[in-house]
């Protein structure tokens, strides 16, 4: 028996709780994880925004993939399916905070960082990621205590107001879901400018040395090109003078100030915006100009950026004005992965026999995570 995460938004959790809790879904990107599981298998839930863990469900077969609606009447995204039990599920003021001192000094993941670090978020980064047998034991021995002598965590008046979720209707009568986010105050960098800038181009760097490693070309922006194989020496002729693309003026010249694309034969596989700067916005505002462009484009977008700035990239994705696209909301097409899941991939020994699709295990989509 193994123990797993499975990740609800607030409104997830919601929508969950009102059914009889018996089909977990995921999505379809996610095969390759979900094969790792067995009967008996054990996903411990954990909510985004409120970083608490609400749940135990008990994988009860293998997984299968319908497009059946389980959740609404309307298309439900999560069509690889597990037949799961109920082993213990709370209301979200009986639920654990990740920053409970008893928890936080309790699971290997968080009890050797300060309080105020978030590398521990590196383990609720995706669905499927699989737990410590230890850490497992703790959280479901600790959720089944809650059932008996419950311990209450009351929601803050901040917590209250990540439950809010707000839907805009398009012009077509279908309603989506957007982030408004609250007034805040200025971000604050305690790097220097250059060392934002040099962070950046060697996370440029490794970007392109992983796709090299994977047998794909490489396109950097002219700006960059001589900063960034300042670090990465190519191996091979992977890195293109000019891109193979039949695309207008104006889609081309989006295309080419795009940070790092992965690219194979006449498509582009990835595309990346390496985020670095106090403000966030222009690689976003970047993607969704593609998308904007080209709303037939199949392509998989990323920003990429710190950890720290994971909820604000989050946030802005999901944003109204960029839920309205013809193409869909950008946030189901951008996703956000962190400086420290690309040196993770980086160190990865066999990149050299992958695919771009292990992407799918690094990524964040606001729509699952929007912590």
Request: hydrophobic fraction near 35%.
């Amino acid at each position: 028996m193994a123990y797993y995460i499975t990740i609800f938004s607030p409104d997830t959790y919601n929508t969950f709780t009102k059914t009889e809790r018996s089909i977990s879904g995921f999505r379809e990107s996610q095969k390759t994880q979900a094969n790792a599981l067995k009967k008996g298998d054990k996903l411990i839930a954990y909510v985004t925004k409120l970083s608490r863990w609400v749940g135990i469900l008990e994988v009860t077969g293998e997984y299968f993939i319908s497009k059946t609606p389980v959740y609404s009447s309307e298309d439900d995204i999560y069509t690889l399916r597990f037949p799961v039990k109920e082993i213990v599920w709370l209301p979200l003021d009986l639920a654990l905070p990740v920053d409970d001192e008893e928890c936080w000094a309790s699971l290997s993941f968080t009890k050797n960082l300060p309080k105020k670090s978030i590398a521990w978020t590196n383990m609720v980064r995706g669905n499927l990621r699989r737990f410590e047998e230890e850490d497992g034991n703790w959280i479901e021995s600790y959720l089944k205590r809650q059932l008996s002598t419950p311990k209450s965590f009351p929601l803050s008046e901040s917590d209250s107001r990540k439950l809010v979720t707000l839907t805009v209707k398009t012009q077509e009568s279908k309603e989506v879901e957007v982030s408004v986010p609250t007034k805040e105050e200025q971000e604050f960098s305690p790097k220097s400018e250059k060392e934002d800038v040099r962070e950046s181009i060697r996370v440029q760097a490794m970007l392109s040395r992983i796709g090299e490693r994977m047998k794909l070309k490489i396109w950097l922006p002219k700006s960059d090109r001589q900063r960034v194989l300042a670090v990465w020496k190519p191996e091979t002729d992977s890195l293109l003078t000019t891109l193979p693309l039949n695309y207008d003026t104006i889609t081309l010249r989006t295309i080419e100030n795009i940070d790092v694309l992965w690219i194979k034969g006449r498509s582009i596989v990835r595309a990346f915006e390496v985020e670095h700067t106090t403000s966030i916005y222009s690689g976003i505002l970047r993607m969704a100009d593609l998308m904007a462009l080209q709303p037939n484009l199949d392509i998989s977008a990323h920003i990429v950026a710190p950890a720290e700035r994971r909820e604000k990239v989050l946030q802005e994705i999901s944003r109204p004005v960029f839920a309205l696209l013809e193409k869909g909301p950008l946030k189901e097409s951008c996703t956000f992965i962190s400086y420290e899941a690309v040196t993770e991939l980086s160190l990865e020994k066999r990149l050299e026999y992958m695919n771009d699709k292990v992407l799918d295990e690094y990524q964040e989509r606001a729509g699952d995570l929007d912590d």
